[in-house]
């Protein structure tokens, strides 16, 4: 991306951020259903990427603090050495599910960066949007460094 393309993309932000519809700090309340509370407004939020709701599912909420209490929060160390043992778990629960091959990673930036590079062949290309998650750039730049051709549209 060139000069002229990042202050234009600087530019857009800090509009959006200006008009109140982007770049937003919740109020300091709890997060729970459709609608989100921004400077006092009451207001229905379009941005959540949960598409199935289950951040809220008391099943699940239950199970990540019995899991956290067991194990900590997060197994922060190379899964080359080990790994907890729910991922196992997981991983053989969704290959049931999906009759494919499974890769549970801890953060969403690891998850892209080990795996789009072995999905993805150098003949092949990435489009991207300007608001594609900063961790998809990255794991596209290392596709890049293999011959893999890049676009991102503006």
Do not use: W
Not at 32 to 50: A, E, Q, T
Not at 123 to 143: E, G, R, Y
Request: with cysteine; charged share 20%; net charge neutral.
């Amino acid at each position: 991306m060139d000069s002229i393309e990042k202050q234009n993309l600087y530019s857009i932000i800090k509009m959006g951020k200006d008009l109140g519809i982007a770049h937003q700090t919740l109020d300091k309340n709890q997060l729970r259903g459709k609608y989100i509370s921004i400077k006092g407004h009451k207001v229905l939020n379009f941005s959540n990427c949960s598409y199935l709701g289950l951040e809220l599912s008391p099943e699940l909420i239950e199970g990540a603090i019995n899991a956290s209490e067991k194990y900590g929060i997060i197994c922060s160390n190379s899964r080359s050495f080990f790994s907890s043992p729910l991922y196992e778990e997981l991983e053989d629960l969704l290959q049931k599910m999906l009759k494919g091959f499974t890769n549970i990673s801890t953060t969403t930036t690891l998850g892209h960066c080990s795996n789009l590079p072995l999905l993805i062949d150098k003949n092949d290309l990435i489009v991207l949007d300007i608001h594609s998650h900063n961790s998809i750039k990255m794991a596209a730049k290392i596709c890049r460094a293999e011959g893999t051709d890049i676009k991102i549209c503006t």
